[in-house]
Each structure stands twice: as structure tokens, then as C-alpha cells.
């Protein structure tokens, strides 16, 4: 059973701050995604990985960035957090494999940028 | 740049009728369209998919339609029971060189009343 899991559940910052979100698979995936999901818009990709190392932009990768030093582990960063940036954050993995496209979800981060 | 349109965006139905969520794509090379549902404060989980060489796919009370010529796809849930209560997500997968990147609708709530 694949395992995708987040740092923190909930998490509260203030404006300016650096902040990172850790996701972390154990089922040796190679792509792993960072989405954002806000009310009426549905699931947004901000950044995408499909090797250690390697990143690709999303749809919204502005003011984001991303870190993928260990296969299994994938990072959201923050630079200098914005209220506008309040949301929820999903991360997900899945393995290079024609056959398999479905993307495993972690369970969430809810972030509040006072 | 791709996209993909998900109506209603809020469903209410009565237990034991049937309910249909319809999304629209606009990448004629999508060849991959899962459906996702996320209970309240849970992540999203795949419940069917369907690929492009395949016209309907049925799981017990659920199915899938695909209709490649008019780039749109369905989810059909018949006998509606109170824990099917939750936000559908649909999405597609356009051609992106190999990567397998979804797109997702903006999700449709669905509240089923006993």
C-alpha cells in the first residue's frame, strides 16, 4: 500500500516567513507533484519532479519552489510567505510506469499566512 | 494552455437516485481520465479511471463515459447512499513528452440527503 506522507497537518505563519513543506513516499516513485487546492478552483500544480534533482513548473509556480535532494522525499518552499498563499497543499507521487497513471495523495497541509 | 471544466459544481441528491458529474477537456491528445473523491478533511482517492481506447468503464454502482469525439467525459453513480457525500474531482492527462502530469477540474460537491 503506497504511503505519502506530509510534515505537518496544519500550520500557521506570518507574512514574510520562510516556510517549508516536507512530503515524503515510500514506494520508490519517481515523479512526486505539489498542488494547491482552494475552493471552486479545484487542485492547481505548482511543481513537479519526476527525478532526484529534477523539477518541472506547474501551472502556478510563482512564488513557490521546490527542493528534490532523496527520491523520496520532495519540498515545497516558500520564499517570503503572502496571505494570498493561505491554502490547502497536497502532495503526490507516482511511479514511471506506462500502465500506472494514477497519482497517490498525502493527506494535506493546511496553511494560514496571518 | 490545457484545461478542463467540471459541472455542477454542487450536486444534491436524494438516497437511491442516481447522480452525474460531467467534465469537458480541451486537449484532443488526453488519454487519461481519472476520477477522484476527497471526503471531508481526507485526501483525494482515485475511484475509476478510464483511458481514451476505451468508451465506458463500470465499478458496481459507479461508471465512467468517454466521448473522444466531443472531448468529454462523465461519472455516473447510481443508488446514491449518504456516504457518497463528498467532493469529485475529475481530471486528464494531456500528451506531455513522457511526464505524467494531470489536470483537474474545479470539483463538483455532492450531498446525497437520506
Known amino acids: 500500500d503506497v504511503k505519502v506522507t506530509q510534515s505537518s497537518r496544519y500550520l500557521v505563519k506570518r507574512t514574510g516567513e520562510k516556510v517549508f513543506l516536507e512530503c515524503v513516499q515510500d514506494?520508490?516513485?519517481?515523479?512526486m507533484f505539489w498542488y494547491r487546492q482552494d475552493p471552486g478552483l479545484g487542485l492547481r500544480l505548482i511543481y513537479f519532479?519526476?527525478?532526484?534533482?529534477?523539477?518541472e513548473k506547474g501551472d502556478i509556480p510563482e512564488g513557490y519552489s521546490v527542493s528534490r535532494e532523496k527520491k523520496e522525499r520532495f519540498s515545497l518552499i516558500l520564499e517570503s510567505a503572502s496571505t494570498n498563499q493561505t491554502s490547502m497543499y497536497l502532495c503526490?507521487?507516482?511511479?514511471?510506469?506506462?500502465?500506472?497513471?494514477?497519482?497517490?495523495f498525502g493527506p494535506g497541509t493546511r496553511l494560514l499566512v496571518l | 494552455g490545457e484545461n478542463v471544466e467540471q459541472h455542477p459544481s454542487t450536486l444534491s441528491v436524494q438516497e437511491g437516485d442516481s447522480a452525474v458529474i460531467k467534465c469537458t477537456y480541451s486537449d484532443s491528445a488526453s488519454n487519461y481520465f481519472p476520477w477522484y473523491k476527497q471526503e471531508l478533511g481526507k485526501r483525494p482517492q482515485l475511484i475509476i479511471d478510464?483511458?481514451?481506447?476505451?468508451g465506458e468503464k463500470k465499478d458496481q454502482r459507479i461508471a465512467v463515459t468517454l466521448n473522444k469525439t466531443a472531448k468529454h467525459f462523465s461519472l455516473h453513480i447510481t443508488e446514491t447512499q449518504p456516504e457518497d457525500s463528498a467532493v469529485y474531482f475529475c481530471a486528464a492527462s494531456p500528451f506531455s513528452g513522457g511526464y505524467n502530469k494531470l489536470i483537474f477540474g474545479a470539483g463538483t460537491r455532492l450531498a446525497v440527503h437520506p
Open positions: 503526490a507521487s507516482l511511479p514511471t510506469n506506462v500502465e500506472q497513471e494514477t497519482q497517490y
Open positions: 519532479s519526476y527525478d532526484v534533482k529534477m523539477k
Open positions: 478510464i483511458r481514451s481506447n476505451v
Open positions: 514506494m520508490d516513485h519517481e515523479n
